[in-house]
């Protein structure tokens, strides 16, 4: 069972305007969220987290937001660079055991 | 600082043959974690271990795979008698602590079976 999913597998976005990336989750028990960037090829990079005690967490162009009531986080990026295109993935992890789950991912393409 | 380091990058075996990955986490790492993601697949965790301990291998398929992580040394994810469905990118992660940290990932092993 999918305890964590993006249900969009793909998103466009012009360079200079917002990506807003969606990620929702089922388990009330994840308390720690991540968001990792992928480039084809490569593993998985860091990008930024948040914990259940913030409902916002911003790092230069990258900002996640935690909504706990509705299971729901979302990654924005503003503005947007053709640099930015990548395979983004949620992840959450909390006290329910031992791993980080993590969506299917979003595939971003910033047209320049 | 090295990062995460996985070997090889890319692996060809036969259908019948045996795998052997290999993973070297980040220095002060002592908890790694291992993924697998099939073509136009997320991230599907397989098994998290600590030195000598295997701590949650759920997501490990019961036959064929096995993994370890040694006092000395890589952690190495073990395939046996390898089969075409094997054929996908696995991923090794490692983190300081087991909670409210990010993971580090190494650039993966590309396993094809012909």
């Known amino acids: 069972d999918q305890q964590v999913k993006q249900n969009s597998p793909s998103l466009s976005v012009q360079e200079g305007r917002i990506s807003i990336l969606n990620c929702d989750y089922t388990n009330s028990m994840f308390d720690y969220f991540l968001w990792y960037k992928k480039y084809p090829a490569e593993g998985p990079t860091f990008l930024i987290s948040i914990s259940s005690i913030k409902d916002k967490n911003e790092d230069g162009r990258f900002t996640v937001f935690l909504n706990k009531s509705a299971k729901h986080l979302s990654l924005h990026i503003v503005p947007s660079q053709p640099g930015d295109s990548a395979v983004y993935f949620c992840?959450?992890?909390?006290?329910?055991?031992?791993?980080?789950?993590f969506g299917t991912g979003t595939s971003l393409t910033v047209i320049p | 600082n090295a990062g995460v380091m996985q070997n090889p990058r890319h692996l060809v075996r036969r259908r019948g043959q045996e795998a052997r990955l290999r993973c070297s986490p980040m220095?002060?790492?002592?908890?790694v974690y291992w993924y697998r993601q099939l073509p136009e697949e997320g991230l599907k965790f397989m098994v998290y271990?600590?030195?000598?301990?295997?701590?949650?291998e759920s997501g490990m398929p019961k036959e064929r795979f096995s993994a370890e992580f040694p006092k000395e040394g890589p952690s190495i994810l073990r395939i046996q008698q390898v089969v075409r469905g094997d054929s996908a990118a696995y991923f090794c992660?490692?983190?300081?602590?087991?909670?409210?940290?990010?993971?580090?990932f190494g650039q993966g092993t590309r396993l094809t079976v012909v």
């Open positions: 271990l600590q030195k000598e301990n295997i701590i949650d």
């Open positions: 220095k002060g790492h002592s908890h």
């Open positions: 992840a959450a992890s909390g006290n329910t055991g031992n791993q980080f789950y």
């Open positions: 992660a490692s983190s300081p602590i087991s909670r409210n940290t990010e993971a580090f």
